[in-house]
């Protein structure tokens, strides 16, 4: 029996995206605070951003290697306590602190009870101003980190994303998505405490709490906790990217691989660019959710690859457009072409209002369910407070994207989504995939990793 679709409601208008009510403050170390009192849960949801880039390519691949055993040895202990004693803290008060890195910055998350926010901030003050890195445990954490960078640069998808950052980005720091395992291994305690001293500093850092929190007495405690966190300097932000546009096809080649991955990437307008919210919806409406022309064309309608996708990715220092699709080999070149395509149709055609109005409502409903939680919300806080904007961009930008219309789309999609400026690299057997790409543009080969 079929469906009757009139019998199907017609959605309603997008709720309005509420403004979080957010108090800022800075402490005396030049940490800023942003807390965000959201009753209902017992929960605290925490984000520590520590602005933590490389300076300069040339020291991009060492700071890289070293950041990436710096996110887990920094829990190895502190003279006070060793690394199962600080779990067992945290756990008593519901928190399980993780800590991370990113070409960005270094992030401590945590999600701890209300009772237990001015003990967890104590042991975050005492990893902060006290980690000691011990040698021994350190040699067994950057080993672990080598092994796994190991495996992941023998992975196709993560080899495409490093080539095209490369490509993309030059000298800049940027240019390094994973450290060479080597740099990893030789990595010790002396070279982290060095790092951590010059570089995990307050000016610069931001501190988000969401949760069952009064704003001023939550200013009060970790004004006590994190006090003697200081230190000389301000937290390193990446420098500007470049604007690199590299001419044809870059293929590394991977001898007997029965899978290309095809990546594009080129520039996007950043946060603060009015530009973004036409270009957001221009992004959804070619590759962004599965209802897209992208996903309709070379998945649904001619069977080459299972999930293309879109997007529009934010660093500190330059945002990107991306495409990417992972197809068989026999039909590389045929999808590179369809992928080109449907670029070339946002570029110069303009979209529907029904294309328009799907993309709209399905970005705004992303964003009201990514902030509905405290979790979701703390960590898109970090995420624009650290890029210099202030909680209410959210209201604003879902405002912004409400009055995007077909003409602005079709505008972001002419200067944004031409193929003409975006960097290509295929990753493949080159015997079989040369010829073909070479059809549609000049194309440069590199050796890679075999099958």
Do not use: C, K
Not at 319 to 332: K, Y
Not at 347 to 354: F, G, I, M, R, S
Not at 372 to 384: D, E, F, P, Q, V
């Amino acid at each position: 029996m079929s469906l009757d679709l009139s019998l199907i409601p017609p959605l309603g208008e997008p709720r309005p995206q509420p403004v979080p009510t957010a108090v800022e403050s800075t402490l005396p170390s030049g940490l800023r605070l942003i807390v965000v009192p959201r009753p209902g849960v017992p929960l605290i949801e925490l984000r520590l951003r520590v602005p933590f880039a490389a300076t300069t390519a040339a020291d991009a691949g060492l700071h890289t290697a070293r950041g990436s055993v710096l996110s887990g040895a920094v829990l190895l202990g502190t003279a006070a306590h060793d690394q199962t004693a600080i779990a067992q803290l945290l756990q008593g008060h519901g928190a399980e602190l993780s800590v991370s890195t990113d070409p960005d910055r270094l992030l401590f998350a945590t999600t701890l009870l209300p009772g237990g926010l001015r003990p967890v901030l104590d042991v975050l003050a005492e990893l902060l101003t006290g980690a000691t890195y011990p040698d021994g445990e350190v040699e067994g954490e950057r080993d672990r980190v080598a092994e796994r960078i190991g495996i992941a640069l023998s992975q196709p998808g993560v080899i495409a994303r490093g080539a095209l950052a490369a490509r993309r980005y030059g000298d800049h720091p940027y240019a390094i998505t994973l450290p060479d395992p080597g740099l990893v291994s030789a990595v010790d305690g002396g070279a982290l405490r060095e790092l951590h001293r010059s570089r995990v500093l307050p000016a610069g850092s931001t501190l988000v709490l969401v949760g069952d929190l009064d704003p001023s007495a939550a200013a009060d405690v970790v004004a006590g906790a994190l006090g003697e966190w200081t230190g000389i300097g301000h937290a390193v932000e990446a420098p500007p990217a470049p604007d690199l546009r590299a001419v044809g096809i870059e293929l590394v080649d991977r001898p007997g691989a029965v899978q290309s991955n095809i990546r594009l990437g080129g520039p996007a307008p950043g946060r603060t660019d009015p530009a973004l919210p036409a270009v957001r919806l221009a992004n959804m409406i070619y590759g962004g959710y599965f209802s897209s022309r992208l996903v309709e064309n070379i998945r649904e309608r001619r069977g080459y690859t299972y999930s293309p996708r879109s997007s529009v990715d934010h660093q500190a220092a330059g945002s990107s457009f991306l495409v990417e699709a992972d197809v068989a080999t026999e039909v590389t070149g045929p999808a590179l072409l369809e992928t080109w395509y449907e670029l070339g149709r946002m570029a110069l055609l303009p979209v529907t209002e029904a294309e328009l109005d799907g993309a709209r409502r399905y970005v705004l409903g992303s964003m009201a369910l990514s902030t509905s939680t405290h979790a979701g919300l703390a960590s898109t806080l970090s995420a624009l407070v650290g890029a210099g904007l202030p909680p209410g961009w959210l209201a604003e930008h879902q405002q912004a994207l409400a009055e995007v219309t077909v003409e602005q789309v079709q505008e972001a999609a002419h200067r944004y989504l031409a193929s003409s400026g975006l960097t290509a690299v295929v990753v493949g057997d080159a015997d079989r995939i040369a010829g073909p790409l070479g059809a549609l543009a000049p194309v440069s080969v590199r050796a890679g990793a075999p099958e």
